[in-house]
């Protein structure tokens, strides 16, 4: 079965850069793409990009074009979300989650368990 | 950018009765890039319809999906207690997406 397992909460300064990982299990990882969504405390979803693991290609939100970074290793399999210049607003649980098939770009549909990150 | 509005913010049934919810679209979008979520307090967000109205896997009949254009509804055709949650719509077209702001379902 799908299983996305992300890393554990962060605690960052405002300024200061976080990554975290998404690592996949149970499919083809090259095969689906990935995406990250965000949700900070008692507000709505947020898409912030999408990779896809087989060619590294990105598409990232325009107003986050610029700090977030996206990159796949094929031999982990693990995507990374490296988030820049942090501020309180970043406050948030970030998911990531694969797209629900090859032809569905985009469509979260496995969803890993989240992962706290504050800006303090 | 493509904005969704959900409208009601917040919708309070009773159990075995029908509950609709709209997602308006800032300008005409394709069927096949609409999708809706449930969320439960504390959990990821799951799939319920994508498509406008094919169900995903697992998720009970009593869910449904519709729309065209720039109006999109889910419908849960009788509501059940663990029916609690917020729905979000979402809009994809390559990517990018973008969410709706997401409707309460209390019962």
């Known amino acids: 079965q799908v299983q996305l397992v992300q890393s554990g909460p962060e605690i960052q300064r405002p300024g200061a850069s976080v990554t975290i990982w998404c690592r996949a299990s149970g499919y083809s990882f090259s095969a689906f793409g990935l995406n990250w969504v965000r949700q900070a405390p008692g507000l709505g979803l947020e898409w912030m990009g999408w990779?896809?693991?087989?060619?590294?290609?990105?598409k990232i939100a325009q107003k986050l074009q610029g700090r977030v970074t996206l990159t796949a290793d094929r031999f982990t399999p693990t995507v990374y979300l490296e988030l820049k210049t942090l501020i309180s607003d970043d406050t948030a649980v970030y998911y990531c989650?694969?797209?629900?098939?090859?032809?569905?770009?985009?469509?979260?549909?496995?969803w890993g368990q989240g992962a706290q990150v504050s800006v303090s | 950018e493509i904005v969704l509005t959900q409208s009601p913010g917040t919708l309070s049934l009773s159990p075995g009765e029908r509950a609709r919810f709209t997602c308006r679209a800032s300008q005409t979008v394709p069927s096949d890039s609409f999708a809706w979520y449930q969320q439960k307090s504390g959990q990821a967000p799951r799939l319920l319809i994508h498509g406008t109205s094919t169900r995903a896997t697992g998720i009970p009949a009593r869910f449904s999906g519709s729309g065209s254009g720039t109006d999109f509804t889910l419908t849960i055709a009788s509501l059940e207690p663990e029916d609690v949650a917020v729905y979000f719509c979402?809009?994809?077209?390559?990517?990018?997406?973008?969410f709706g702001q997401g409707t309460k379902l209390e019962i």
């Open positions: 990779i896809s693991p087989s060619t590294g290609r990105t």
């Open positions: 979402l809009h994809c077209v390559g990517p990018p997406c973008t």
């Open positions: 989650a694969r797209d629900l098939s090859q032809s569905s770009v985009g469509l979260p549909a496995h």
